[in-house]
C-alpha cells in the first residue's frame, strides 16, 4: 500500500495542490474501511488518478487484473471499473463477495453483443471456436470457448487449431488481429465509444504540431490509426514500450485518464492527447467508493451455469497466457 506521501507526490501531477488537499481526507477514509472490511480494491487503467493513485491497491489492464482476481485472499473485491471487469472478478472469485461503486457504470463495447448472438453465430458456423475479449459480460463469456485481452488476442487466436476463428464482439480488434493472422476471422460489428472516435488525421495532425512525437495507440482502434502508430498495444504494454523506449514527447491514442496516471510513473516524458473519456469509466468515484465499502452495496450476483461456463473460458485464457 502506498504511503500519504507517495499518493500525495502522484497526485499532484495531474491535479492542482488545493485540489489535492480536498482528496486527501476521502482518501485516508477509504484506506480505513479496507482494512477494516478485509478488501483489495482492484483499479483499472482508465481510472481517475484519484482512484488509481489513491485508493486502488493493485492496477494495471484486464488480463492482469483477472487472475488477480482469481489469486487474491480478501474477503471483499471492489472493483474500481466497469461492470463487466467487476463481473469477470466473480466469475474468478466466486466466493467472495465483489462490488462495483456504480452499477451503470457499463460499456459501450460489452452492450454490443448478446449470449443469443454468440449461439447464433454458433449455429451458423458450427464447429468453429469462439473467442471473445474479455470486454463482455458474463454472461456471454459463458458461451466462449476462450477468451483474450488486447494484449494477448492474438496468442490466443494463434493457438487455436482450427484456421478459421470467431473473434467477437470488438470489430476493430478483430480486424487488426486479422493483419497479423493467417487465419480467416469471423467478427461482429462491435466496438469501444472511446476509440472509434480516434481517425488517422489526428495522428497526421499532431505530428504536424509535434514534430517526432512518438505515437502510441490502442488496439481497439480502427486499423487506420494503428497503422499510422509507432506502436499498438494493451494499456500495460503501453506502459511497458514507454518504460523501454527513449521517446519523450508521447501520444496516447487510449482513454484520457492513461495519461494522467503515466505522468506520474515518467515525469520526464511529455503526454499528448486528444482526451477522449469513456463516460462509464468516470462514473467511479471516490465518494461512490467509500459508500460502496461502507455499506456493501452494489455487489455483483451471476447465476451458478454462467459462472461455471464463464469461469472456464476466462480460465483458459489464463493458463495459456501465464503457463511456466
Not at 454472461?139 to 484456421?163: F, G, P
Not at 482513454?255 to 520526464?268: A, I, K, V
Amino acid at each position: 500500500m502506498k504511503t500519504l506521501d507517495e499518493i500525495t507526490r502522484a497526485l499532484k501531477s495531474t491535479y492542482m495542490d488545493h485540489e489535492v488537499e480536498e482528496k486527501l481526507p476521502l482518501i485516508q477514509e477509504i484506506q480505513k474501511l479496507k482494512k477494516e472490511k478485509n478488501a483489495v480494491l482492484l483499479g483499472h487503467n482508465y481510472m481517475t488518478p484519484d482512484v488509481f493513485h489513491g485508493v486502488s491497491d493493485i492496477t494495471g489492464d484486464s488480463l492482469y487484473l483477472s487472475k488477480v482476481a482469481a489469486d487474491t485472499t480478501a474477503e471483499i473485491i471492489l472493483f474500481n471499473g466497469v461492470h463487466f471487469m467487476a463481473e469477470t472478478a466473480k466469475l474468478m472469485s466466486p466466493q467472495k463477495k465483489v462490488l462495483i461503486a456504480d452499477l451503470k457504470a457499463g460499456c459501450s463495447l460489452a452492450e454490443s453483443i448478446t449470449r443469443q448472438d454468440v449461439v447464433d453465430l454458433k449455429k451458423k458456423y458450427p464447429g468453429v471456436p469462439v473467442v471473445t475479449y474479455v470486454n463482455c459480460t458474463a454472461d456471454v463469456k459463458a458461451e466462449t470457448d476462450i477468451c483474450c485481452t488486447s494484449a494477448n488476442a492474438l496468442q490466443v487466436v494463434e493457438s487455436l487449431e482450427s484456421d478459421t476463428v470467431i473473434f467477437l464482439p470488438d470489430q476493430y480488434l478483430a480486424a487488426n488481429v486479422q493483419n497479423l493472422t493467417k487465419k480467416k476471422i469471423i467478427t461482429h460489428p462491435g466496438s469501444c465509444m472511446v476509440h472509434e472516435m480516434y481517425s488517422a488525421e489526428d495522428i497526421e495532425l499532431t505530428r504536424r504540431q509535434f514534430p517526432g512525437v512518438t505515437v502510441i495507440s490502442h488496439p481497439e482502434c480502427k486499423t487506420e490509426v494503428v497503422d499510422h502508430s509507432d506502436y499498438s498495444g494493451s494499456t500495460s504494454q503501453m506502459s511497458e514500450f514507454i518504460r523501454k523506449s527513449g521517446a519523450e514527447n508521447i501520444f496516447l491514442i487510449t482513454e484520457c485518464s492513461m495519461g494522467d496516471n503515466l505522468r506520474s510513473e515518467f515525469p520526464e516524458k511529455h503526454f499528448v492527447s486528444t482526451c477522449q473519456v469513456c463516460p462509464h469509466m468516470k462514473r467511479i468515484t471516490l465518494e461512490k467508493i467509500r459508500d460502496a465499502l461502507l455499506f456493501d452495496q452494489f455487489e455483483i450476483h451471476l447465476d451458478p451455469e454462467v459462472i461455471e461456463k464463464g469461469r472456464m473460458s476466462v480460465q483458459r485464457m489464463l493458463d495459456l497466457s501465464f503457463k511456466k
